[in-house]
C-alpha cells in the first residue's frame, strides 16, 4: 500500500497521528490526515485541564470534534490521557487526600463514560514513573499513596469495559531502571486481576538514541501479556540519520505480535511541540521527509 495507514492495516495494525481540532480546518493538515493515517489522538484536547474546566463541569466540545473526524473518516481513536500530574485543571491542583482521590476518580467516570465504546485504548494513567523506576512524587502520588493507579485502572474500566486500558510512559525506550519498574507494576496488576491491557511507549526520541534493547523491551512486555504500542513518536533530527530512527522503531513495533500500532505525535514539524527539532514525517508544507519513506517501507 503507499499510505501510512494502509500498510498498516496489511497487518492488522493502525498508524496515527496526535491531532488539535483547531488546525482540522486548513487544508493540508486536513488532507495529509485523511490520506495517511488511519487512527488518531488529541494532542490535547482530551486532558484533564481541557475537560474538566471546574470540577464536575466537562466541556467534550474538541475532544468530540475529533471522534466525529475520525468516525466520518474511518480512523479509530486513542484516549489520551484520564490522569496525570501534567496539564491538571488548577482547581485539581491543590485538593489533598480523599477529596483529590474523588477528584481523579469522578475525572475517570465523567470522561471515560462520555466516550465509552469510541476509543480503542486509553492512556488510564501517564508518565507516572520516575527514572530511577520508583514512583514519581506527584501530588497524586503524595496524597493517595501507591493505590491510586490501580484505583484509577479500575475506574476506567467500569467505565468503559470496552476500551483497551493502557499504562504510557517516556524514556522506556530499552531495558533500564524506568521501564523495569514499569515492568513490574505490569506483572503485580496481572497476578492480582487489576485491569490492564496494554503499555504505552512515548518514543520522543533523538537521532543517536540508543535502541539496541527497544524491540527486546516491548517484547519482554508482550511477552508478559499485555499489547504494546508506540504512541507519541517523533524523532529529533534530519534527513537519513532521522530516517534510520524512524526505521529501527517501525521495525521493533511490525517484529512483535503484540505491537497494535505506532502513533507520531503531530503531522507536520510546523505544529510539533518540539518544532526547531523537525522531528516530524512530514515538513512545514506537507511534503514528505526521508523519514516517512523509511516508516512507510518498513510498515
Ligand atoms: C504535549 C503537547 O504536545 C503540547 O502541545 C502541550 O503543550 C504539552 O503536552 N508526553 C505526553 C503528551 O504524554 O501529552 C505531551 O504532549 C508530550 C509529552
Given at each position: 500500500?503507499?499510505?501510512?495507514?494502509a500498510?498498516?492495516?496489511?497487518?492488522?495494525?493502525?498508524?496515527?497521528?496526535?491531532?488539535a481540532?483547531n488546525?482540522?480546518?486548513?487544508?493540508?493538515?486536513a488532507?495529509?490526515?485523511n490520506?495517511?493515517?488511519?487512527?488518531?489522538?488529541a494532542?490535547n484536547?482530551m486532558?484533564?485541564d481541557?475537560t474538566?474546566?471546574?470540577?464536575?463541569?466537562?466541556?467534550?466540545?474538541?475532544?468530540?470534534?475529533?471522534?466525529a473526524?475520525a468516525q466520518?473518516?474511518?480512523?479509530?481513536?486513542?484516549?489520551?490521557t484520564?490522569?496525570?500530574?501534567?496539564?491538571q485543571?488548577?482547581?485539581?491542583?491543590?485538593?489533598?487526600g480523599?477529596a483529590?482521590?474523588g477528584?481523579?476518580?469522578?475525572?475517570?467516570?465523567?470522561?471515560?463514560?462520555?466516550?465509552?465504546?469510541?476509543?480503542?485504548s486509553?492512556?488510564?494513567?501517564?508518565e507516572a514513573?520516575?527514572?530511577?523506576?520508583?514512583?514519581?512524587?506527584s501530588n497524586?502520588?503524595?496524597?493517595?499513596?501507591?493505590?491510586?493507579?490501580?484505583?484509577?485502572?479500575?475506574?476506567?474500566?467500569?467505565?468503559?469495559?470496552d476500551?483497551?486500558?493502557?499504562?504510557?510512559?517516556?524514556?522506556?525506550?530499552?531495558?533500564?531502571?524506568k521501564?523495569d519498574?514499569?515492568?513490574?507494576?505490569v506483572?503485580?496488576?496481572?497476578?492480582r486481576g487489576?485491569?490492564?491491557?496494554?503499555?504505552?511507549?512515548?518514543?520522543?526520541?533523538?537521532?543517536g538514541?540508543?535502541?539496541?534493547?527497544?524491540?527486546?523491551n516491548?517484547?519482554?512486555?508482550?511477552?508478559l501479556?499485555v499489547?504494546?504500542e508506540?504512541?507519541?513518536?517523533?524523532?529529533?533530527?534530519e534527513g537519513?540519520?532521522?530516517?534510520?530512527?524512524?526505521r529501527?522503531?517501525?521495525?521493533?513495533?511490525?517484529?512483535?505480535?503484540?505491537c497494535?500500532g505506532?502513533?507520531?505525535?503531530?503531522?507536520?514539524?510546523?505544529y510539533?511541540?518540539?518544532?526547531e527539532?523537525?522531528?516530524?514525517l512530514?515538513?512545514?508544507?506537507y511534503?514528505k521527509?526521508e523519514?516517512y519513506?523509511?516508516?512507510l517501507?518498513?510498515?
Amino acid at each position: 500500500a503507499d499510505t501510512l495507514g494502509a500498510s498498516a492495516a496489511e497487518s492488522g495494525r493502525y498508524f496515527g497521528a496526535a491531532i488539535a481540532p483547531n488546525y482540522l480546518g486548513e487544508a493540508g493538515y486536513a488532507d495529509t490526515l485523511n490520506a495517511e493515517f488511519n487512527s488518531i489522538v488529541a494532542e490535547n484536547a482530551m486532558k484533564w485541564d481541557a475537560t474538566e474546566p471546574a470540577q464536575g463541569q466537562f466541556d467534550f466540545s474538541g475532544g468530540d470534534q475529533l471522534v466525529a473526524h475520525a468516525q466520518d473518516n474511518g480512523m479509530e481513536v486513542r484516549g489520551h490521557t484520564l490522569v496525570w500530574h501534567a496539564q491538571q485543571p488548577s482547581w485539581a491542583q491543590g485538593l489533598t487526600g480523599d477529596a483529590l482521590r474523588g477528584a481523579m476518580l469522578g475525572h475517570i467516570d465523567g470522561v471515560a463514560s462520555h466516550y465509552a465504546g469510541q476509543i480503542s485504548s486509553w492512556d488510564v494513567v501517564n508518565e507516572a514513573f520516575a527514572e530511577d523506576g520508583t514512583r514519581r512524587q506527584s501530588n497524586l502520588q503524595i496524597e493517595l499513596g501507591d493505590a491510586w493507579i490501580e484505583e484509577a485502572f479500575v475506574a476506567a474500566d467500569a467505565a468503559d469495559p470496552d476500551a483497551k486500558l493502557c499504562y504510557n510512559d517516556y524514556n522506556t525506550d530499552g531495558i533500564n531502571a524506568k521501564s523495569d519498574g514499569i515492568y513490574d507494576m505490569v506483572a503485580d496488576f496481572l497476578a492480582r486481576g487489576v485491569p490492564i491491557d496494554c503499555v504505552g511507549f512515548q518514543s520522543h526520541l533523538s537521532v543517536g538514541a540508543d535502541l539496541s534493547t527497544y524491540q527486546a523491551n516491548l517484547e519482554r512486555f508482550a511477552e508478559l501479556g499485555v499489547d504494546v504500542e508506540i504512541t507519541e513518536l517523533d524523532v529529533g533530527g534530519e534527513g537519513s540519520a532521522q530516517a534510520d530512527v524512524y526505521r529501527t522503531v517501525t521495525e521493533a513495533c511490525m517484529a512483535i505480535e503484540r505491537c497494535t500500532g505506532i502513533t507520531v505525535w503531530g503531522i507536520t514539524d510546523k505544529y510539533s511541540w518540539r518544532g526547531e527539532d523537525t522531528p516530524l514525517l512530514f515538513d512545514d508544507n506537507y511534503g514528505k521527509k526521508e523519514a516517512y519513506q523509511a516508516v512507510l517501507d518498513a510498515l
